[in-house]
């Protein structure tokens, strides 16, 4: 069966044309109220177009977008009711009134998501004969990814909660007593194990055909992206920086960063990342400069 690879580029301008209507909405506004909520806006409707004009498909192409969905649903929830609370997010302050460095955002959110669900829209796109529907034991990831979910989705509630009463301070309690970052952790499962379950699915039952099974394994390359940002780019370096920034005098919370591991739960690496090791560093070395 000849594949058609017209959903990458369908994909593509779904991104970037809602990302960019809704940053010539956020620019004009000086508003920082649609960014989040544009993120996970544009994964249902990426999904949705591709499984809405295909319209043949399979049990598990449901089950994935359901899955996509309220992945989508919940983050975008927690956003928005997020950033109606706290009104600024200060990520963009030296941003917001700079159209090329505003729009240079936009677009690599656009580009993230678009990397991030381009495995999903093609799991959409191709025929549900691609699928085997008597293959149960996919369902083992799935579930493995819904854990994830609904992992991320109480260590989100645990801080929102935490922090309605506790201004100042850092939560350690929870899901946040085993990991700095649970969220990140059950982010990272979600899209790893989503991504396996039809990979498992897809490779059986077309163990034959080299080009599909190829191309199925270059989507790990989704989830591995997903594992840099949140690592490298926009989750763990920002959040661990602007925590120590804030509460390097506080010796409870150095105790609880040499003792709790980054993302993974308790086997994790514990201690300061590099970034935060750099800037300590520096601060010393100008300290005796």
Same mark, same amino acid.
């Given at each position: 069966?000849?594949?058609?690879? !017209?959903?990458?580029?369908?994909?593509?301008? !779904?991104?970037?044309?809602?990302?960019?209507?809704?940053?010539?909405?956020?620019?004009?506004?000086?508003?920082?109220?649609?960014?989040? !909520?544009?993120?996970?806006?544009?994964?249902?409707?990426?999904?949705?177009?591709?499984?809405?004009?295909?319209?043949? /498909?399979?049990?598990?192409?449901?089950?994935?977008?359901?899955?996509?969905?309220?992945?989508?649903?919940?983050?975008?929830?927690?956003l928005l009711i997020r950033i109606i609370k706290i009104k600024v997010d200060h990520r963009f302050d030296k941003m917001r009134n700079s159209f090329w460095k505003f729009l240079g955002f936009?677009?690599?959110?656009?580009?993230?998501?678009?990397?991030?669900?381009?495995p999903t829209t093609f799991v959409l796109f191709i025929d549900g004969s691609y699928f085997d529907s008597t293959n149960y034991y996919t369902f083992i990831f799935v579930g493995i990814a819904?854990? #994830?979910?609904?992992?991320?989705?109480?260590?989100?509630?645990?801080?929102?909660?935490?922090?309605?009463?506790?201004?100042?301070?850092?939560?350690?309690?929870?899901?946040?007593?085993?990991?700095?970052?649970?969220?990140?952790? #059950?982010?990272?499962?979600?899209?790893? /194990?989503?991504?396996?379950?039809?990979?498992?699915?897809?490779?059986?039952?077309?163990?034959?055909?080299?080009?599909?099974?190829?191309?199925?394994?270059?989507?790990?390359?989704?989830?591995?992206?997903?594992?840099?940002?949140?690592?490298?780019?926009?989750?763990?370096?920002?959040?661990?920086?602007?925590?120590?920034? &804030?509460?390097?005098?506080?010796?409870?919370?150095?105790?609880?960063?040499? &003792?709790?591991?980054?993302?993974?739960?308790?086997?994790? &690496?514990?201690?300061?990342?590099?970034?935060?090791?750099?800037?300590?560093?520096?601060? &010393?070395?100008?300290s005796n400069a």
């Open positions: 069966m000849e594949l058609n690879y !017209i959903f990458i580029l369908y994909t593509f301008l !779904i991104s970037l044309g809602l990302n960019l209507v809704f940053f010539v909405i956020a620019f004009l506004l000086k508003s920082d109220a649609f960014t989040d !909520i544009t993120y996970a806006l544009t994964f249902v409707l990426t999904t949705s177009i591709i499984l809405g004009w295909k319209q043949n /498909f399979s049990l598990f192409q449901i089950v994935l977008y359901v899955l996509v969905l309220l992945w989508a649903i919940r983050l975008g929830t927690y936009w677009i690599l959110q656009a580009i993230s998501v678009f990397l991030i669900v381009l819904l854990f #994830g979910l609904l992992y991320e989705t109480i260590g989100d509630a645990q801080k929102f909660v935490f922090f309605q009463n506790k201004k100042g301070e850092f939560i350690q309690t929870g899901l946040w007593k085993s990991s700095r970052h649970p969220n990140y952790f #059950g982010e990272i499962v979600f899209w790893m /194990f989503l991504t396996i379950a039809f990979l498992f699915n897809l490779i059986l039952k077309n163990y034959s055909d080299d080009k599909m099974i190829l191309l199925q394994l270059l989507w790990l390359l989704s989830p591995l992206y997903i594992l840099f940002l949140l690592n490298f780019v926009s989750g763990l370096p920002l959040l661990e920086i602007g925590a120590y920034k &804030k509460l390097k005098d506080n010796a409870a919370y150095q105790t609880y960063v040499q &003792k709790t591991s980054a993302i993974i739960p308790y086997c994790g &690496k514990k201690g300061h990342i590099l970034r935060v090791k750099k800037l300590m560093t520096k601060e &010393k070395n100008n």
